[in-house]
C-alpha cells in the first residue's frame, strides 16, 4: 500500500520559514518524480513545485520562484519543500504527489498527471 505522509506544517509568522517533508513508503520512490501541490479555503488545488526522479531537474510555480525550493533524498523516500520568505497568500493546505508516468519537469504542474497523494499539512502565515 503506497503512503505518502507530509509533515512539518504549522504556524509562521509573515516573513518566516518552514520546511516540509514528504516521506513515501510502498514504492519504488526513485522510480517516481513528485510535487507538492497546495489548496487554500475556497480555491483550487495549484501546483507549488516538482522535482524529477533523480532530482536533477525541478519546477517551480511563478508565485514561489525563489522563495521555495523542492530537493529529495532518494536513500530516505522523503521529498522536502523548504519554504522561505512565507507570505500571508501562502496560507494553504500543502499536499505531495508521486507520479510513475510522468518523468519531464514541465509535465508535472498537472493533477492529472499524479497517481498517489499524500493527506497533507496546514501551512499558516499569521502577518
Known amino acids: 500500500q503506497v503512503q505518502l505522509i507530509e509533515s512539518g506544517g504549522g504556524l509562521v509568522q509573515a516573513g518566516g520559514s518552514l520546511r516540509l517533508s514528504c516521506a513515501a513508503s510502498g514504492l519504488t520512490f526513485s522510480s517516481y518524480a513528485m510535487g507538492w501541490f497546495r489548496q487554500a479555503p475556497g480555491k483550487g488545488r495549484e501546483f507549488v513545485a516538482a522535482i524529477s526522479r533523480s532530482g536533477g531537474s525541478t519546477g517551480y510555480a511563478d508565485s514561489v520562484k525563489g522563495r521555495f525550493t523542492i530537493s529529495r533524498d532518494n536513500a530516505k523516500n522523503t521529498v522536502y519543500l523548504q519554504m522561505n520568505s512565507l507570505k500571508s497568500e501562502d496560507t494553504a493546505v500543502y499536499y505531495c504527489?508521486?507520479?510513475?508516468?510522468?518523468?519531464?519537469?514541465?509535465?508535472?504542474?498537472?493533477?492529472?498527471?499524479?497517481?498517489?497523494w499524500g493527506q497533507g499539512t496546514q501551512v499558516s502565515v499569521s502577518t
Open positions: 504527489a508521486a507520479s510513475r508516468r510522468v518523468g519531464i519537469v514541465a509535465l508535472l504542474d498537472r493533477n492529472e498527471n499524479y497517481d498517489y
